[in-house]
């Protein structure tokens, strides 16, 4: 497993996804969604969670969200596209926003 710097993983994660599909998630599946770096990988993605959250990281799934074309007066302009992360944390294991500091 490769090494990574504490401050390059502290800017992978950069918001937990409210949303009412989010919670259907992680009520059934174990599984928290997050806003992640553009760059970021598989591997940073799981180093982060584990390291910010201090819990066990079973799997994770990304997916690329394409912005929605927005208009702006006569121009038609096109919001940023963004990286999605389902993160599936281990058996027993759960992620308390609430708590984190």
Do not use: H
């Not at 180093?47 to 994770?60: I, Q």
């Not at 990286?83 to 759960?94: F, P, S």
Request: zero cysteines; a positive charge; aromatic letters at 8%.
């Amino acid at each position: 497993m490769k090494k990574y710097a504490i401050d390059q993983l502290m800017n992978v994660v950069l918001a937990p996804v409210v949303s009412e599909k989010s919670t259907f998630v992680a009520d059934k599946n174990r599984q928290y969604v997050f806003r992640v770096a553009d760059d970021a990988t598989k591997p940073e993605i799981k180093a982060a969670v584990e390291l910010m959250f201090k819990t066990k990281v079973d799997s994770v799934t990304v997916s690329n969200v394409k912005g929605k074309e927005r208009r702006f007066g006569r121009t038609i302009g096109r919001k940023r596209s963004w990286k999605k992360a389902y993160v599936r944390l281990a058996e027993g294991q759960e992620i308390n926003f609430a708590a984190t500091e």
